[in-house]
Structure formats: structure tokens, C-alpha cells
């Protein structure tokens, strides 16, 4: 059965999960881990727009940018790496003391999903699909306004789409800890990796529901699993000039060439 995350406390009775209370380092810490198991590879050519930023080592990694924009139009806090550069240095970024909900998470997540390839045996699902497919019928959140919110509301039973910045029809952030444990499917952003977010998302899931992390930046990184989180639908850049030209072309994801979508599903033994 899935999550390790959960483990059985002195005093109770046997087979009774107790959550072990996750922190963001914990999450951060598990990428690196997998990063650092994987062969380091130069940094051959980067790419920023106002949406994401990409790096190509190994493969081309996609982030999305965690803070705003300048008045240029350009991250205000982030220096692209110079060619030849260490992606795996890049990637341990992460972990580095005021770089969490900056732009330079995202370059490091980039870097990280530059040597994260994804396995053999992904799905060439869109997060969409995966959602609507897995989640109907039943209580449904969504951390993070996507444009399919909308379009796929009606085959759910519930469904609440959580937002800092409400549109209408979507739920204010802070009323997650209420809705999360009435959820049996929960879908995040990826980019609450970057800001900080997501560790305590994951705290508020029920042990039996299934949590779809999904977007560019979600990095094909197994040792997530054994945090509460059953499928990563993130994306492969099979055409890394064509995708890297439209990140400089300031493209969001959904309408860039060059790129597939890939959910991974953690193995469910019976």
C-alpha cells in the first residue's frame, strides 16, 4: 500500500496509520536525493520568459517562475547559469536558505527536471485527464486555478478549486484546512513546490486519497511518492529547441510545441 509517510505510533492498535507531519525541506530534500542519484550533466542552453524558465543538461527541465516580473518583463531575481555549469549544482539550490518562493527555485526545479527523465512507464495522460478520469463522481480540489477548471466542474461530485486569488466559482486558499479532508482526490499545482506551499497541503490530505501533483514543473522524482503523493503529471520536452523557443516566445505551457504531457502512477500493491 501506498504512503510511507504514514506509519503506526506506540499504542496503537496495528495497521492503524498516523500521519507523520511533513515539512517543505522534507519534499525538497527527497528531489535532491533523487537528483543526486542520477549522472550530473552540463548546462547546454537556457531559456526565460515571463511564464517559465527552461535549462537543457541531460534533457530540457521547465519551472515556472515563482514570484513576479519586473517592469521589464523579466525576473527581477534570477541570473541564468553560464553554459557548461553544473545542472546537479544548480538543482541542490533548492535546499539553499532564502531561495524558497524566489525565481531562483524555479531555475533550480528546472535544473532538477533536466536530470529527472521520466520512466518507461508513463501514461501520455494530460493532468486533465487524469483528473476527471480518477476523480468522477467524487469530492474534488484543485490547488491552483488551471484552464480546465471550468470545463471539467460538472463530473464531479464536489469540487472546490482553491486559489490565492479567487476567480469567480474558486475557494479562498485559506479555506483548505476545512475542505482538504473532505476530498478523495486532490490536485496540486506543482509550482507549490516553489513557493512553499505544498508540505502543508499534503498534511491537510486524507490517507486515502489519491494527490495528483501536475504542471511543467513537477519533477519525475520517485522518492515524492513516499510523501503522500500518488501521481506526478509533469511533461517531456522531446523537441528541446521548439520548447525552448517558446519559453523565450513568453508561451504558456498549454500552448507550447515541442512538449508532451506524462503522468507516472506510484505502483499500488494489492
Do not use: Y
Request: aromatic fraction near 4%.
Amino acid at each position: 500500500t501506498r504512503r510511507p509517510v504514514f506509519s503506526e505510533a506506540a499504542g496503537t492498535p496495528p495497521g492503524d496509520p498516523v500521519k507523520r507531519t511533513l515539512s517543505q525541506h522534507d519534499l525538497l530534500e527527497a528531489i535532491c536525493r533523487d537528483v543526486s542519484r542520477r549522472p550530473d550533466s552540463p548546462v547546454s542552453q537556457t531559456a526565460l520568459g515571463k511564464c517559465l524558465v527552461g535549462l537543457q543538461s541531460r534533457r530540457v527541465g521547465l519551472a515556472s517562475l515563482a514570484s513576479g516580473l519586473d517592469s521589464d518583463g523579466t525576473a527581477a531575481d534570477l541570473f541564468l547559469p553560464d553554459v557548461g555549469s553544473s545542472a546537479r549544482d544548480l538543482a541542490a539550490d533548492l535546499l539553499s536558505p532564502g531561495t524558497q518562493a524566489t525565481d531562483r527555485a524555479s531555475l533550480a526545479m528546472a535544473a532538477a527536471n533536466s536530470l529527472l527523465p521520466p520512466p518507461e512507464v508513463c501514461s501520455p495522460d494530460f493532468g486533465q485527464a487524469v483528473l476527471t478520469t480518477r476523480g468522477r463522481g467524487k469530492n474534488v480540489a484543485v490547488i491552483g486555478h488551471f484552464p480546465f477548471v471550468d470545463e471539467a466542474r460538472p463530473a464531479f461530485a464536489n469540487f472546490w478549486v482553491l486559489e490565492k486569488h479567487p476567480q469567480p466559482g474558486d475557494c479562498d486558499a485559506t479555506m483548505a484546512d476545512a475542505l482538504l479532508p473532505r476530498a478523495d482526490l486532490v490536485a496540486v499545482t506543482a509550482t507549490t513546490l516553489l513557493n512553499g506551499t505544498l508540505a502543508g497541503i499534503l498534511n491537510l490530505c486524507r490517507p486515502d486519497a489519491l494527490v495528483i501533483l501536475l504542471g511543467p514543473t513537477t519533477p519525475f522524482a520517485p522518492s515524492l511518492f513516499d510523501c503522500g503523493i500518488d501521481i506526478l503529471a509533469g511533461c517531456d520536452c522531446h523537441a528541446p529547441d521548439t520548447a525552448l523557443a517558446g519559453v523565450r516566445r513568453n508561451l504558456f505551457f498549454r500552448k507550447m510545441e515541442g512538449v508532451r504531457q506524462l503522468a507516472w502512477e506510484a505502483a499500488v500493491s494489492a
